[in-house]
C-alpha cells in the first residue's frame, strides 16, 4: 500500500486543505471498501468512511509516526466500524422493545415506549437508558452510576422485564 509522504502529512496535520484532500483521495477507496466488508452494508460503508476521515482531520495531530500512516488509518476505519456495528446492535435490542405497529393496533409506539419507561423507578430507568439507549457497556454503567456491575445487569433485567409487561398489558387492553 502506497505510504504518503511524511510531509504531507505534517502539512495536512498543520491545517493544509489540499494536503489533507491528498490523504482522503489516496486512502478513500480502500477504506470504504474495507468498511463495506466489515459492515455488510455499502450504503453504511460509505457514512463510516465519511466518519472516518473526519475522525482522521480531529485526530491527525496525534499520529505519531510510530507506525506506518495507512496503518493508523485503518485502525480509525475499524474502529468507527466498530462504533457503528455497535450502534447498529442497540438500535436492534431497543426494536425488539418497541412492539411492531401492527401488534399494538392504533397506538403509537413511541407513546407506549415513553410511558411504559416513565413507569420505571429512576435507577431502572436510567440503567436501561444507559446500556439500551447510549450503548455503554455494564461495566461503564456501573462507574457511571457507582454501583457494582451484577447491580447493573440486574436493574436492566428488571426493566426489560417490567416494560415487556407494561406493553403486553396494553396490547391485551388494545384486544377488548
Known sequence: MHEPDPGTVRAAADG????????VRAYQAQ??????????????????TQETFLRVFQRLQT??????????????????????LRARARQERLARLVPPPSVVAGADSGADIVAALSCLSVRLRESLLLVEVLGLRYREVAQVLGVPEGTVKSRVAQARQRMAAW??????????
Not at 16 to 23: K, M, R, Y
Not at 73 to 78: G, P
Not at 168 to 175: I, L, P, Q
Open 16 to 23: 493544509d486543505p489540499v494536503a489533507f484532500e491528498e490523504l
Open 31 to 48: 477504506v470504504w471498501r474495507f468498511l463495506r466488508h466489515l459492515l455488510g452494508d455499502a450504503a453504511l460503508a460509505e457514512d463510516v
Open 63 to 84: 499520529f505519531g509516526y510510530r507506525s506506518r500512516f495507512s496503518t493508523w488509518v485503518f485502525q480509525v476505519a475499524r474502529n468507527a466500524g466498530v462504533d457503528a
Open 167 to 176: 406493553l403486553a398489558v396494553g396490547e391485551r387492553a388494545d384486544e377488548m
